[in-house]
Each structure stands twice: as structure tokens, then as C-alpha cells.
């Protein structure tokens, strides 16, 4: 309850009531479940000015994970840097902050030194490295990983470690092996599960995709929003209109739509893909604050049926509305440009990526 503790920290400085390490510890890790960046700088300020960083082990740590899961890793490493102990769970967090933020190479750099400084990984560091492998498509490290789990028995006591695995062969590309795995877990969660139809959808496999999770529904496993965001990419991918209103029909029923906004993405993609222009308009209209996502799926739905200037007219229409784009837009924009034979136009879509700071 991050919110609640950074109010009772609130109240206990305006009873003038000292912090101490312990204080500053867990308000740290209140920052790192709320995202306060900016209160984290502030206690981060406080400890420093008290020279409390070089006496205190497990405060240096909580400052690398509040930068970390805050979106900071480069914060992160600096203040690792300073540290004078680093034990598996410093190394840890760090390496964990830069796999949630997608900086996959930059963990895997981590994790290589962590094992020169010969400190043992334990089952957080396997999980964020499996994570890193999976951004980065290093399949070769996945399989070191997996064996290196497999003989300390790891994968029998922890869901999470399976889970990763899963995850990590998914979106190598390896589903094969991702299945492999799941049939080898004792334990299966609703994670695990959503995990191995992700995969399978992520490469392309739509069937495969429904066939699991008609099996999740089989044994009692009730999928969440992100089964259902998966499961509509299958859907996507089918160019299935029939299962996707049946899935629509679902998340309704479960006020699902009411809750999360990737849900109305996921199905402004699913109907744009199915050629339902209408009830792709329809759900983007309904969304209430659109991103890039939401407008990159649209356009999507109006550049594979050609209609280059819809497709033009909705893009200046998402920049009026200070949504910058990103490489999926201009993939789209181009592909627009591509059906309808539209060569100078591709050639300005292509300069006005650099405009937005995008590398092709």
C-alpha cells in the first residue's frame, strides 16, 4: 500500500518526527510501487546529505530498486556505483531495472559482471535475465539459463521461474521448447498460461493460440485482461471476425472493457484486422484517452484496405492531437503507400521519420 505508507510518512515529518534508515528503507520501496520518481530523488537527496549511503548496505539497495522500477536504471547504476558492499540482491536489482525497461543487452552486461565478481544468482536475478534474453532474442544464454536452473532443481520450487522460461523461448521464437517447459511444470498459474498463448500468438501461430486457451478455460484457470489481449491478437491474426465477437461477448460479461484501457486497444486491432472498419471506429471512439497505440491500430484497419487517404488524413489528425508516433505507425504509413502505388508519398513518410527522431 505505497500511497498509504508515503502518507503516513507525511504526517509523521509534520509531527517532527526524524526519519531513520529504516524510515528512509521502506519509503523507498513505497516510491517503488507508486512510480514516485520524484519523491524518491528527494529521500534520495536526504540520505546523501546524511552521508547515510556508505553506512547503510540495505538502503543503498532500496535506492537501486526505487530507480529501477521507477524507470531510471541509469540512476540506478549510479548509485550502485557508489555502493561499497554488493551482495545477489543489489546486482539484482539492477539487473531487473534494466530488463523492465527494455534495456535487455545492458542486463545481460550486468549479469556477466555480477558473475565475474563471483556472486551466485539466485531465482529474482534468473527471472530478470531470462526477461533480458527475451528482449534481446539470445536464444544461446536462454538454454545456458535453463540448464543452470534445471540442475539446482529451481524450476520444480518456484511458478515465477517457470513462467520466465516460458516467456523467454516464446518470444525467442522457440515455442516448441516454450511448450516443452510448460508441460513440465508441476505448477501452472494464470501467468503461465497467458505466457505460453502470448508466445504463440507473438509468432504468428493463431490456432495454437485459441487451442490453449480453450484448454486454460478446460481446467479451471480463469483467464484475466491479459489473456484477453493475447487471445484477440490470435483473433488478429486469424482475421477471425466470429471468434472475436465471442471473445467481446466474454470480456463484457466480466466488465473487463470498463477496467483496462490495452483491452480497447486489442480490439480496435482485432476489428481493424478483420476488415470491421465500423466497430474498429466504433471501440477507438470509446476510448477515452487514445495513445499511440490505439491510433497505430486504427490506421492499421484503413491502410490494408488501401484507403491511402483516410490512412493520411486520421495520421495528421494524431499528431494535432500531440500523440508522437512510433515505428509501428510508420510501418503502417508506408505499407499504405505501398498498396496504393504511392511512391513520393513513401519517400516523405520515410524522411518524416527522422523528424521524430525514429531510426529505419
Not at 526519519?19 to 529521500?43: F, Q, R
Not at 544468482?121 to 534468473?126: A, D, E, L, Q, S
Not at 488524413?313 to 500531440?322: A, E, V
Request: aromatic share 8%; with cysteine; charged share 25%.
Amino acid at each position: 500500500l505505497g500511497h498509504e505508507a508515503l502518507k503516513c510518512f507525511g504526517r509523521m515529518q509534520k509531527e517532527g518526527i526524524h526519519p531513520d534508515s529504516v524510515t528512509y528503507a521502506c519509503v523507498l520501496k513505497a516510491c517503488s510501487i507508486v512510480g514516485s520518481l520524484e519523491i524518491g530523488e528527494v529521500i534520495d537527496g536526504e540520505v546523501r546529505k546524511q552521508g547515510l549511503l556508505k553506512k547503510d548496505f540495505k538502503l543503498g539497495t532500496a535506492l537501486v530498486n526505487m530507480y529501477s522500477k521507477c524507470g531510471a536504471p541509469e540512476k540506478a547504476q549510479e548509485v550502485f556505483e557508489l555502493l561499497s558492499l554488493r551482495n545477489v540482491v543489489t546486482w539484482s536489482a539492477l539487473i531487473a531495472g534494466y530488463a523492465q525497461n527494455g534495456l535487455g543487452h545492458k542486463a545481460l552486461k550486468c549479469f556477466m559482471q555480477m558473475k565475474h565478481a563471483s556472486v551466485s544468482p539466485n531465482v529474482v536475478t534468473y527471472v530478470s535475465v531470462l526477461k533480458a534474453c527475451g528482449i534481446v532474442g539470445s536464444l544461446e544464454l536462454g538454454k545456458e539459463i535453463d540448464a543452470e536452473v534445471r540442475k539446482q532443481g529451481l524450476l520444480q520450487k518456484d511458478v515465477l521461474l517457470g513462467n520466465a522460461l516460458v516467456d523467454m523461448y516464446s518470444k525467442c521464437g522457440a515455442v516448441e521448447r516454450a511448450q516443452k517447459v510448460f508441460e513440465q511444470l508441476p505448477e501452472r498459474d494464470v501467468v503461465t498460461w497467458n505466457v505460453l498463448i502470448s508466445g504463440y500468438a507473438h509468432n504468428g501461430l493463431g490456432h495454437e493460440a485459441l487451442k490453449y486457451f480453450r484448454q486454460m478455460k478446460d481446467v479451471g484457470i480463469c483467464p484475466d485482461e491479459v489473456t484477453y489481449v493475447c487471445i484477440l491478437k490470435a483473433c488478429s491474426i486469424l482475421k477471425s471476425l466470429e471468434i472475436g465477437e465471442d471473445i467481446v461477448a466474454e470480456i463484457r460479461q466480466k466488465g473487463f472493457l470498463r477496467k483496462d484501457p490495452m483491452l480497447h486497444n486489442a480490439l480496435v486491432d482485432m476489428y481493424s484486422k478483420c476488415g470491421a472498419l465500423d466497430k474498429a471506429r466504433e471501440m477507438f471512439e470509446q476510448i477515452p484517452v487514445k495513445d499511440v497505440v490505439s491510433w497505430s491500430a486504427f490506421i492499421s484497419g484503413h491502410a490494408q484496405l488501401g484507403q491511402a487517404n483516410v490512412v493520411f488524413n486520421l495520421f495528421r489528425r494524431m499528431i494535432s492531437k500531440d500523440v508522437m508516433p512510433n515505428l509501428v505507425t510508420f510501418v503502417v504509413l508506408l505499407s499504405a503507400c505501398s498498396h496504393a502505388g504511392l511512391v513520393k508519398e513513401g519517400e516523405k513518410i520515410f524522411d518524416e521519420m527522422f523528424v521524430y527522431h525514429l531510426t529505419p
